[in-house]
């Protein structure tokens, strides 16, 4: 109780006490005002810029829109426990609404960094760039840059090379790959490769499709399916020139 006696003449009545209390709780809601700002600086210094805020959008709103709200009701909380009268039911009040805040605020943080984290890592998805055909049709040089992040440490990016008919879907040869690898991310997860090669397609053949699939159990294969970590194509025809 000396803490409380020293603050004023007053400080050892009932009054007097229950307003150094509530002057404390006040302190401890305007300290939780600040959630939003210290969740967004948390997000800030683990790499979530407006890129990977897009990114997370894109592949998972979740988190991130459970974060901005634990954020908002944590600053709600602390508003409401600044407007209670210091009295002895208004400190219980407000200890009440400062622990339902403080609550808010350590999931908004917790949950902003599971959401920075995941952002961050990359989806796993492979993406074809810089595809490149050069030479007659006997003797085709293919090249194509083959990128991925977020692949997971035992996990794998498989290309294949294919030569198809005129509908630029169905393989000559079923089964049969002119090309096929198996891509093994860094130790950051990362896939970078370069591939080049030289193919005849057969004379049935009207076209080329390169595929680079994400090997995680249950991915479909298939370019046009609508899954989170489908398959990257690219597909176009060839001369019939040899």
Known sequence: MSGIQETGGDGGTP??????IGKRLDGVAKVLAGALVTVAGVMTALGLSSDLVFVALNNDSGPIYVSSLCAILAIVCSIVALLLHPTRRGNLWETAVLVLGVVFYMAALSVAVVGAAEAAGGNGRPTITDVKIDGPRSNLKVSFNVHADGVQAWGTIEVAVTAVQADLDTPVQEGVDAYSSE????????????????????????????????????????????????????????????
């Open 15 to 20: 009054e007097g006490i229950q307003a150094v």
């Open 183 to 242: 891509l093994r991310p860094n130790d950051k997860g990362v896939v970078e490769q370069r591939v080049s090669m030289v193919m005849s397609p057969p004379s049935q053949a009207a076209g080329i499709s390169i595929m680079a699939l994400n090997a995680v159990d249950g991915t479909e294969d298939e370019c046009a399916q609508r899954t989170q970590r489908g398959p990257t194509c690219t597909r176009f025809r060839i001369s019939t020139d040899t």
